[in-house]
């Protein structure tokens, strides 16, 4: 016998291991095995260890491109509001500027465009674009990586169980 054919019979027998005890099951599960490890065969065959992992480099390029972009977009129009923010919870004393003393937010805005003009609103920006903006690139690029291993693994352990389940098995 075949290495695949052993392997299904192995399966078939141990049937009563699997989800609602299923002989459709038993079959799909097998089938969906062996494609997985005749497809892990060729590819280590015929690209060797290094198959496994070719275009995953221009992928995390792109992804870390989004995710800087992305956060890119999100502190420029946040920023203003974090400045606004900062110099009403920083301590205003009596004997300070007048443009410096703020009775709420709305005078604050005022006066910083006022006396500073819009680029008050984006004072220090740039530290804080290189904080986050590589930060969030570098943590979205991760995730991203976690979940195409996360999707992976439960679709090996559940083959269209559920989907089975429900259609063929209830009726």
Not at 24 to 32: D, F, K, M, T
Not at 100 to 114: N, P
Not at 139 to 157: G, Q, S
Request: with cysteine; hydrophobic share 50%; charged share 15%.
């Amino acid at each position: 016998m075949v290495d695949y054919q052993v392997l299904l019979l192995q399966i078939l027998i141990s049937v009563d291991l699997l989800p609602n005890h299923s002989l459709e099951l038993a079959i799909q599960y097998a089938s969906l095995t062996l494609t997985l490890t005749l497809h892990v065969k060729d590819l280590y065959k015929e690209a060797g260890l290094l198959g496994f992992w070719k275009g995953v480099l221009p992928t995390l390029i792109m992804v870390f491109l989004l995710g800087a972009v992305a956060k890119l977009g999100a502190t420029v129009v946040t920023y203003p509001l974090s400045v606004v923010k900062s110099r009403l919870q920083a301590k205003q004393d009596g004997g300070g500027h007048a443009s410096l003393q703020y009775a709420g937010t709305l005078d604050a805005i005022t006066k910083m465009v006022r006396f500073e003009g819009l680029a008050g609103f984006y004072k220090g920006m740039s530290t804080k674009i290189v904080q986050s903006v590589v930060a969030a690139a570098i943590l979205f690029m991760i995730k991203e990586e976690l979940v195409k291993v996360a999707r992976t693994v439960v679709v090996i352990n559940q083959p269209n169980c559920t989907r089975l389940t429900n259609s063929k098995l209830d009726s």
